[in-house]
Each structure stands twice: as C-alpha cells, then as structure tokens.
C-alpha cells in the first residue's frame, strides 16, 4: 500500500483507552530487582509473556502481585537466587533483561541462554558486550551466562 486515502469529511472526537506495551513493560519489570522498595507499573498488558517475567522474578524471591487492570506491584526486599532457569527462560527471550539488575544488585548472575525465536536468531551479544564494557564478567557454560561483577564482598550479599 503507498498511501491510505480517508474519506468522510467528519471531525474525529471520543476517548481509546491504549493498551500497555508489553516491550516496555518487560523491563520496568526487570527494574524491580534493583531496589528493595516496593515497584507499582501501570497500564501493563495482560499477556503470556508478562506472567512469564512475573513467574521469574517471583523465583528469584520477589513478591509480585497483579490486577485484571493492569496494576502490578513488584517487591524485592531480598533476592533469594540470582539465577533465570532455563525452564523459564526458554519461553521468552526477554527474560535476558534480569542479567544487568542482578548483576547491579547482586554483583553475580546465572542467566540461561533463551530459547528460539519465530522471526528468527536475535543473539544476546548486545546485553553482554554492554556489560562487559562497564566491567563485568561473563562466560557462558552449559547453555547458561555466568556473570559477575563488583567487589567479592557485593557479591555475596543478595539482600542489600
């Protein structure tokens, strides 16, 4: 289609409630894990993939409580394992987003490797030559990214 042509000659007037965007939901999601205070997000879309990060982040000891509306609330007061399971990770390639907030509040991260995609290979070199560039270390063994980063001292403290 070059061009859409609209026809009718009437002013448009009323109200569309626009729905939340799942890529920006995501990683305000992801956020949450690097504060213990309480995280509310609005207007987040009630899909597949945002009950799968929510899933997660409640595996790494978060509470997370949602809403038919749209409201979540994320608390991390402590982290109780730095780790995205394969398990999970392999429905969705988002969930590549944890690595750089438990990295920040941990100091260390085991990230598995996400799973395919429909639309084809979409490699997570960007996340890791990022945080790489800002000091952290990271191999990758057994299909899972080990990362870490800051002082030994940091990095055995997942409460802070």
Request: one cysteine or more; a positive charge; hydrophobic letters at 40%.
């Amino acid at each position: 289609m070059d061009k859409l042509k609209i026809t009718g000659g009437r002013p448009l007037q009323g109200e569309v409630r626009m729905s939340g965007a799942k890529n920006a939901a995501l990683p305000v999601m992801c956020a949450a894990l690097l504060t213990a205070k309480p995280l509310t997000v609005t207007n987040v879309p009630l899909l597949r993939d945002v009950s799968t990060m929510a899933k997660l982040l409640e595996e790494m000891g978060l509470r997370v409580e949602r809403s038919q509306e749209g409201r979540v609330v994320l608390h991390a007061p402590t982290i109780n394992e730095p780790t995205a399971s394969y398990e999970r990770v392999k429905t969705m390639r988002a969930s590549v987003l944890v690595l750089g907030p438990l990295l920040a509040r941990c100091g260390q991260a085991k990230v598995s490797l996400p799973g395919g995609c429909a639309i084809g290979a979409r490699p997570v070199d960007q996340h890791v030559k990022g945080l790489e560039a800002m000091g952290a270390t990271i191999t990758i063994e057994h299909g899972y990214m080990h990362a870490t980063a800051g002082c030994a001292a940091r990095a055995s403290s997942w409460t802070s």
